[in-house]
């Protein structure tokens, strides 16, 4: 038999562990793109050294749901992103840079939804982990090398 004041503190921390792994618990509720799991990406600049072109180029890996597809050289032009050229997305798609991993890794990514893409539903986020592959590139080129 459980005491009161046991079960108590068993439910108090069955809920701190469900609010941790969920957060706030808010989600869309449509099969659109998710809003990042992780921080916002204010760290990325136009002329960040080591990642970006002086013209805000940047050589990334691209994602579309929760799904890596390879690498994508995208650009900045006014206040938003969209592919120069890439593996498996279309030129002039608009993208969002974001982490793309929920692992608590920081993963820099160019996440997109092509046109007709519908993300499957999920209700608990699924784990992504880093791409197995890094993106190196240029102003002029972005490709995939293994790790």
């Excluded at 921080?39 to 600049?45: A, E, G, N, R, S």
């Excluded at 994602?63 to 206040?79: E, K, T, Y």
């Amino acid at each position: 038999m459980i005491h009161r004041s046991h079960g108590l503190r068993i439910a108090l921390l069955v809920t701190a562990s469900l609010a941790a792994c969920h957060g706030d618990g808010a989600r869309p509720s449509s099969n659109g793109p998710r809003p990042s799991d992780g921080p916002p990406m204010t760290d990325v600049q136009p002329a960040s050294p080591g990642g970006a072109a002086a013209d805000g180029r940047r050589c990334l890996p691209a994602m579309v749901c929760d799904r890596w597809i390879g690498c994508a050289l995208v650009a900045s032009a006014a206040d938003r992103w969209s592919v120069v050229a890439a593996d498996e997305l279309a030129a002039g798609l608009p993208v969002t840079l974001a982490n793309g991993c929920t692992n608590g890794d920081r993963c820099d990514a160019a996440k997109a939804m092509p046109p007709g893409t519908v993300c499957a539903p999920d209700s608990t986020p699924p784990l992504v982990l880093p791409p197995p592959y890094a993106c190196v590139g240029d102003a002029t080129v972005c490709r995939r090398l293994a790790r």
